[in-house]
């Protein structure tokens, strides 16, 4: 059983920055795509930003260039570095992996608030 844990979320003031970290219990070589999605209260769960099964990576138009997703093979972790944070940034970031044969895994989420 793969199992993806979340840390690094916290309580910010808009503009300043958080990085949350995503250690997998599998080598993150053996996932096809992996990555971060959020879900703030009210709303559905979105992508934020994932590495692709071609080595590529997909942001979603609202975090560019504010958000950077980086990993970490050899530490087996994901990390999402979040800058200049937006009161909108406020939710449940978890973290997401699938092998390519139909297994996709989540973990527990980390809260990311973004209050004045």
């Not at 703030?40 to 992508?47: F, H, I, M, V």
Request: charged fraction near 15%; proline fraction near 2%.
């Amino acid at each position: 059983q793969v199992q993806l844990v979340e840390s690094g979320g916290g309580l910010v003031q808009p503009g300043e920055s958080l990085r949350l970290s995503c250690a997998s219990s599998r080598s993150i070589n053996r996932f096809n795509a992996m990555g971060w999605y959020r879900q703030a209260p009210g709303k559905q769960r979105e992508l934020v930003a994932v590495f692709t099964w071609n080595g590529l990576t997909n942001v979603a138009d609202s975090v560019k260039g504010r958000f950077t997703i980086s990993r970490d093979n050899a530490a087996n972790t994901v990390y999402l570095q979040m800058h200049s944070l937006e009161l909108e940034d406020t939710a449940v970031y978890y973290c997401n992996a699938a092998d390519g044969i139909g297994n996709v895994y989540w973990g527990r989420g980390t809260q990311v608030t973004v209050s004045s």
